[in-house]
Nanobody
């Protein structure tokens, strides 16, 4: 059974930093990613990383956020620097299984950036 458990959200002032972690278990995962959803907006892809280390970043976070993963432990991280109030959202971890390409989601962690 696949489980994703996120941690690291919280309240931070603009310009501050947070690091999100997501531990995935129960399968082997090809890609892992972070999405976010702000109130009244659609969920959007923030950053993704393949098992081989290929990276994707949304334009809005390039140069500020860094995604990384530990394949041995099935952990994906999102280091968020120079946070802005516009980054306020619930952040969700996503993991896609290497077999059958099934997507799984974490429960979400709130990130709030005050101005």
């Amino acid at each position: 059974q696949v489980h994703l458990v996120e941690s690291g959200g919280g309240l931070v002032q603009a310009g501050g930093s947070l690091r999100l972690s997501c531990v995935a278990s129960g399968s082997t995962f090809s890609s892992m990613a972070w999405y976010r959803q702000a109130p009244g907006k659609q969920r959007e892809l923030v950053a993704g990383i393949s098992r081989a280390g290929r990276l994707f970043y949304a334009d809005s976070v390039k140069g500020r956020f860094t995604i990384s993963r530990d394949n041995a432990e099935n952990i994906v991280y999102l280091q968020m620097n120079s946070l802005e109030p516009e980054d306020t959202a619930v952040y969700y971890c996503n993991a896609r299984t290497a077999r059958f390409d099934v997507d799984y989601w974490g429960q979400g962690t709130q990130v709030t950036v005050s101005s």
